[in-house]
């Protein structure tokens, strides 16, 4: 799916960009305050895994430069699904490390789960979508295709992947673990290249290691990024909730 034919929700969002950034936002935003209220005062001498935490499972640590971020925050005008999983990446990184600036008695962890077995791709494949076509010979081509890339790819598929249970053990170990200290002796392990990313907010591997290098960050820091993908996350949220209470 290389094109925009996806439907947008009642609120005028695009549905996957809905599911993968401003509906995880709205949680966290409305959690926040039961969050914060459960944080001791003494916070800064707290180990990390006794301060409350956010942590969103998407695809922290493979974010990329994409140039049209700046100027089409809602990535409206270069959608296609690759941009799609970079832009909801990049977004989710931006706005987490902003409330990890605003909330810093709240940790906040952004993470890759990486190939897990699941069904996805398999109902991917699967899936009448891949085959639909109003061309008898077309349709036919299409389904064969998706046979044999089922034959080929999901084999594959399910060597390299991680199992899903050890899958869920590390993401259960992520969210418990003492990631200020996780980050203290990654930090004094061999050479890291680039800039090295400050605790507080976490990108993290599906190896649960930590994100170190921040280089890619920068330029984005620059530009005061976090701030503008915050303030266009609330600008959306308000414009929804007006739609919702019959406001124009």
Same mark, same amino acid.
Do not use: C
């Given at each position: 799916m290389l #094109?925009?034919?996806?439907?947008? $929700? %009642?609120?005028?969002?695009?549905?996957? $960009? *809905?599911?993968?950034?401003?509906?995880?936002?709205?949680? $966290? !935003?409305?959690?926040?305050?039961?969050?914060e209220r459960t944080a001791k005062t003494n916070y800064p001498d707290e180990p990390s895994n006794r301060r409350p935490r956010v942590f969103s499972v998407l695809n922290g640590g493979n974010e990329r430069a994409l140039p049209?971020?700046?100027? @089409?925050?809602q990535s409206e005008k270069s959608y296609t699904m690759l941009n799609h999983v970079a832009h909801t990446t990049l977004m989710n990184t931006l706005a987490l490390e902003h409330l990890a600036h605003k909330k810093?008695?709240?940790?906040?962890?952004?993470? &890759? %789960?990486g190939k897990v077995q699941t069904e996805i791709v398999a109902s991917f494949l699967q899936s009448p979508e891949r085959t639909r076509s109003r061309l008898v010979l077309w349709r036919w081509l299409k389904g064969m295709l998706m046979l044999v890339l089922q034959a080929v790819l999901l084999p594959v598929f399910y060597v390299v992947?991680? %199992?899903?249970?050890?899958s869920?053990?590390?993401?259960?170990?992520?969210? $418990?673990? @003492?990631? *200020? =200290?996780?980050?203290?002796?990654?930090l004094q392990s061999p050479p890291h290249n680039g800039i090295v990313a400050a605790p507080g907010f976490y990108r993290m591997k599906h190896t &649960?290691? #930590? !994100?170190?290098?921040?280089?890619?960050? =920068?330029?984005?820091?620059a530009l005061g990024m976090p701030e503008r993908a915050w303030e266009h996350t609330m600008a959306v949220f308000r414009s929804v909730l007006d739609k919702g209470s019959g406001k124009k």
């Open positions: #094109i925009r034919d996806l439907k947008d $929700t %009642p609120e005028g969002l695009e549905e996957l $960009t *809905s599911l993968a950034y401003y509906g995880r936002l709205r949680f $966290t !935003v409305n959690l926040l305050p039961l969050l049209f971020v700046p100027e @089409d925050l810093p008695s709240v940790d906040f962890v952004h993470e &890759s %789960p992947a991680m %199992p899903l249970a050890e869920g053990e590390r993401r259960l170990y992520e969210a $418990t673990v @003492d990631l *200020s =200290q996780q980050w203290q002796k990654q &649960s290691d #930590i !994100v170190m290098d921040d280089t890619v960050l =920068q330029a984005y820091r």
